[in-house]
């Protein structure tokens, strides 16, 4: 199931019709050492995902030409979802370490 960004939220399609970037940059992305990549649009669908609480995933392209993937969520912490994929991570790396694990 898809949604289009002009049902959502008219007023970002009308900020991205526009040629110029938003002064935001692609969360997730920000670097304070080097440029961070600005918001040029997004995508004009949103694919609504079909877990319980029908998160959105959206496609942001940035000034870099780059597409972005990000999940949209509604009355939710996303903090503790940010602190999962820390920890995941962290595992992810653990493994990518052990001789034994990294080949399977």
């Not at 939220?9 to 997730?28: F, I, K, M, Q, Y």
Request: with cysteine; proline share 6%.
């Amino acid at each position: 199931q898809a949604l289009t960004i002009a049902l959502v939220s008219p007023r970002l399609e009308e900020a991205c019709a526009r040629d110029v970037p938003l002064a935001v940059v692609v969360p997730g992305h920000y670097q304070p050492s080097t440029r961070s990549p600005l918001i040029a649009r997004f995508d004009a669908d949103l694919k609504v995902m079909g877990s319980k609480n029908r998160p959105r995933k959206a496609a942001i392209i940035g000034d870099d030409g780059v597409r972005y993937k990000h999940m949209i969520k509604g009355q939710e912490d996303m903090r503790l979802d940010e602190r999962v994929m820390q920890l995941l991570g962290l595992v992810n790396a653990l493994f990518e370490g052990h001789i034994r694990t990294a080949n399977k």
